[in-house]
């Protein structure tokens, strides 16, 4: 009866999730994980400044926040050196993409991206009937001409790159960037998402162009600034195409906390430098680790690090089995031959010292 | 360029927002608000005991919300004697009814609903290109049997009802709503908005049946509880409709924060009693400062109190565009005949006051 009231679409999706949370996975399990490493969260947390403008807002709250996102946008204009007219403000990356999904992808129409790159951009294509289409990683990272290629083949309304990307913490050079927006085809829209910049060399992010009509890149308050929690992401984009949010947004979807957080953490750069130096320390800890186990690990231009575990699918998984039944929440590529390797995020001290102890019996488990 | 790549769907839509925010409008006077009385908002305040909740999950912000908002369903289901299985969290109603549409609504497909109800419904469904059909409230009720006579005539996939509702404030008794579901047209479901049970007199919400696959029914954080701008709504029906949700919805779009706060506030039955008779006192106070100039208010079951202003809809705009010019913030019905009333928010002791000193000034400009 109730298969009746949903649409067709609708009722052909499954009821899938892009990722298990590591909650569902310690209820699931009957015991905490002691070391939360699979998500990418920021474990050196948000600015000490961000958390107390959190904790002030609270009172606050019994207000609706501000619909427009005002303060925030205009800071993050100021930021990026745009108009606020070119920023949208929404509950993360994810609501940002299925807002940009609804927007662009009626049923059939084409989107190009990378098999293994990002689940949930996935996850809504094809909740708005969209066609996937995806092209190998090459050499472990994104292949800009397989996907300009693709995209010209097939017509598509979006392209996807996530630079870094995720989930090898490859990146391309901006030159490389901007020759893909460049060559897009007319029609295409280059989905461009850099939740991870903040972590990356400079030189990765190509110049910002209000005008360019003809990509939307997206960041988020997830990772460097260590909000994940609060659900706070970000478009840049031309302003047609950011006013065209406002035909179908939740107006006043934004927690009026995560609003105050976002404002004070993008304005603490002391705070930034300090996560960025520490992911970098736990990116070189991550990487020895893995060699003291005779394994590889990828240049990350992220906060995780991605080991090779030498052999196959099946082997990587095995050790992240290992990993997660000892406490160590980690995850891993889905897509051969990136499932080779299992990806750590670049977490405290504390979390990697129980990685570094756990590791070596999952590979002896697994071997 | 941009429109090319929008769906023929979404280009037709108008970049609308259903409500316009108190800080837009203060953006645009260039002053704040003295007295902050049209949204509905609980100026009594979240529960202290939720605000701390709310302060002490800040500092766990760098973790992601549990996606299967797990412990705040299992409060829920347990509060309404449900199993969790019928419980869906959400980034407020607002979010709950857009996902509601998306599953429900194709293009051209029926919805019915009272003209001058819920304007975000309307805005949800218009979205996914449903068809709106409207009929008239029945004195200053919405209409139970022009709502089923209509949904019949037309198919519809969704009536909506709110009890009590929006903007009138009138209700409903449990047998009344009961009736509707009763009589629903197959392939028809419920949509009962129950945002301001809270504030309504015992037997005004039907009794729960979690089997009954006819009616979707939704609560809210925002206003009994005080939680606005922590986004934090749910629906209540029968588990495969609530699992469909899982099809479609932002999974990591619920706050941290906000989970907390939810929790928190659900567990302190003092405060909800507190804040009940606060605003029972509050909208005793607002009838008396309409009895005071003339004016007549409505039976109220909800935290507004909606007054009657006596003659046409250009009078009562009047009267609230110079409350506004006076810097106090409330609200009217959109549509004829209801706009020849206000809509005033049973808020604080001081910000009656300014309302209090303002009205006067107010009617005697307008008249």
Redesign the interface.
């Known amino acids: 009866?109730?298969?009746?009231?949903?649409?067709?679409?609708?009722a052909s999706?499954?009821?899938?999730?892009?990722?298990?949370?590591?909650?569902?996975q310690e209820?699931d399990r009957g015991r905490p994980f002691r070391a939360?490493l699979g998500?990418n969260?920021?474990?050196?947390?948000?600015a000490p400044s961000a958390?107390a403008a959190?904790?002030a807002?609270?009172?606050?709250?019994?207000?609706?926040?501000?619909?427009?996102n005002?303060d925030l946008r205009a800071a993050l204009a100021a930021h990026h050196r745009v108009s606020p007219d070119n920023i949208m403000v929404g509950?993360?990356i994810?609501?940002l993409l299925?807002y940009l999904a609804?927007?662009?992808?009626?049923p059939g129409?084409a989107v190009v991206t990378s098999a293994g790159a990002y689940p949930t951009l996935n996850y809504h294509v094809r909740?708005f009937g969209g066609a996937l289409h995806m092209v190998p990683f090459h050499d472990d990272r994104e292949d800009p001409e397989a996907l300009i290629g693709r995209a010209a083949q097939v017509g598509a309304?979006l392209v996807y790159l996530s630079n870094p990307d995720n989930p090898m913490g490859t990146w391309h050079e901006a030159a490389t960037v901007q020759a893909i927006i460049d060559a897009v085809p007319e029609?295409?829209?280059v989905v461009l998402d850099e939740a991870y910049i903040e972590f990356a060399p400079d030189g990765t992010a190509p110049r910002i162009d209000p005008t360019d009509?003809r990509v939307i890149r997206f960041r988020t308050f997830?990772k460097a600034y260590?909000?994940?929690?609060?659900?706070v992401g970000y478009a840049i984009a031309?302003a047609?195409?950011i006013?065209?949010f406002?035909?179908?947004r939740?107006?006043?979807?934004?927690?009026?906390?995560?609003q105050a957080?976002a404002l004070a953490a993008l304005a603490d750069a002391a705070w930034l430098t300090h996560v960025q130096a520490q992911v970098a320390q736990a990116r070189t800890r991550i990487g020895e680790i893995a060699a003291g186990n005779g394994l590889r690990v990828l240049p990350s231009a992220t906060n995780f690090v991605t080991i090779d575990c030498g052999r196959d699918g099946a082997f990587a998984r095995a050790v992240l089995d290992g990993l997660v039944r000892h406490d160590v929440f980690v995850r891993m590529p889905g897509v051969a031959p990136l499932d080779r390797c299992i990806r750590v995020s670049a977490g405290p001290e504390a979390e990697l010292d129980v990685f570094a102890q756990e590791l070596p019996k999952a590979l002896a488990t697994a071997g």
Chains 1, 2 share one sequence.
């Open positions: 009866m109730t298969h009746a009231r949903l649409t067709p679409l609708v999706l499954p009821a899938s999730v892009p990722f298990v949370g590591p909650e569902t209820r939360r998500a969260e920021n474990g050196f947390g948000p958390i959190m904790q807002a609270a009172a606050d709250v019994w207000k609706y926040g501000d619909a427009q005002h509950e993360g994810d609501g299925g609804r927007m662009t992808v009626a129409d909740g309304k029609g295409t829209l009509e997830s260590g909000l994940a929690g609060a659900r031309a047609p195409l006013k065209a406002d035909k179908i939740n107006h006043f979807g934004m927690s009026r906390i995560s957080g």
